[in-house]
């Protein structure tokens, strides 16, 4: 089956930078993705990572290690706004999309 | 500006009752999945339909949930009977069989 680990909470302040660390075990693995959720809102699509590195787009960067079967989100110069959850989810050979339990990122003034 | 449309977003029954929960995806889009989010559970895949053919329910219990596709504009996903452990937000989301998906803003479900 396919299981994802990833912390529950972090806290970070405004202005630095956090990385919310997710671990993988899953058969057919193509990619990682990376979703946002603010509370009472849907999860909206963030990025994703199928080759080995980093992906940046603006204040997010997201890196995928295959071999380690290890991913990372990166929040740089934090805002009040990315207070959110955080899910990694596995993209498979299926084409199905299986989510992480999610970290809950408090951004602190 | 295309959207995934879910109704109703909100629903109060009592246990017991039928439940029908629907999905309009994105126009063009060839993959609707079903997910139930709880605090305890996060974010739990029920259904997976790849055009309109459902391709994985393992996550869905068989007993008293189903869920379809009679057409691509509708999909459904029905509890029957409802029990209140079934309280829950259920979102549906569409993409094109890649790694992004669009999600609709999910139907808050209470069964009292």
């Known amino acids: 089956g396919q299981s994802l680990e990833q912390p529950s909470e972090v806290t970070a302040v405004e202005g630095a930078i956090v990385q919310i660390n997710c671990t993988y075990q899953t058969s057919g693995f193509y990619g990682l993705s990376w979703y946002q959720q603010h509370d009472g809102g849907a999860p909206t699509f963030l990025s994703y990572n199928a080759l080995d590195g980093l992906e940046e787009t603006g204040r997010f960067s997201s890196f995928l290690s295959r071999s380690d079967s290890y991913g990372y989100l990166l929040l740089q110069e934090l805002q009040m706004k990315d207070s959110a959850s955080y899910f990694c989810a596995d993209y498979n050979a299926g084409n199905m999309l299986t989510f992480g339990g999610g970290t809950r990122l408090m951004v602190k003034p | 500006d295309a959207r995934v449309t879910q109704t109703p977003r909100h629903k109060v029954t009592e246990m017991g009752q039928e439940v029908t929960m629907r999905c309009q995806p994105i126009l063009g889009h060839n993959t609707v999945f079903w997910y139930r989010q709880t605090m305890m559970q996060g974010l739990e895949l029920l259904a997976y339909?790849?055009?309109?053919?459902?391709?994985?329910d393992s996550g869905m219990p068989k007993d008293r949930f189903s869920a379809e596709m009679p057409d691509a504009t509708l999909a459904t996903l029905k509890i029957q009977p409802s029990e209140p452990r079934d309280s829950a937000v259920y979102f549906c989301?569409?993409?094109?069989?890649?790694?992004?998906?669009?999600f609709g803003q999910g139907t808050r479900l209470t069964v009292v």
């Open positions: 339909f790849r055009n309109r053919a459902p391709l994985d």
């Open positions: 989301a569409s993409g094109w069989g890649r790694a992004e998906a669009f």
